[in-house]
């Protein structure tokens, strides 16, 4: 069992910056892949960011490449999503995820945050 706790969420204008932290419980943190999602106001959840459980390997969704750099600290049962260049566009919940298998599918994932709100005022 993980339990996740996402936070450093908050307002920003566009064009700034918000660094994200996923805190994990346990001692098994570093057998997971990470993930980081997004839920847009009326919108579906979609992927955001992915790590392997190394941290050597990490894939991004088109629309975040070269803004967004996920990374993690399994020293410190941590992930983070560092989020530059930010538009309003971006505005959403953002979840973590943990899970066995990863990648950019919900369904790779078993556990989850429980979000927290990023508003990008323009």
């Known amino acids: 069992q993980v339990q996740l706790v996402e936070s450093g969420g908050g307002l920003v204008q566009a064009g700034g910056s918000l660094r994200l932290s996923c805190a994990a419980s346990?001692?098994?943190?570093?057998?997971?892949?990470m993930g980081w999602f997004r839920q847009a106001p009326g919108k579906a959840r979609e992927f955001v960011a992915t790590?392997?459980?190394?941290?050597?390997?990490?894939y991004y969704a088109d629309s975040v490449k070269g803004r967004f750099t996920i990374s993690r600290d399994n020293a410190k049962n941590t992930a983070y999503l560092q989020m530059n260049s930010l538009k309003p566009e971006d505005t959403a919940v953002y979840y973590c995820?943990?899970?066995?298998?990863?990648?950019?599918?919900?369904?790779?994932?078993?556990?989850w945050g429980q979000g927290t709100r990023v508003t990008v005022s323009s």
């Open positions: 346990g001692r098994t943190f570093s057998r997971y892949a």
């Open positions: 995820a943990a899970g066995n298998l990863g990648s950019y599918l919900e369904r790779n994932y078993d556990y």
């Open positions: 790590i392997s459980r190394s941290g050597g390997s990490t």
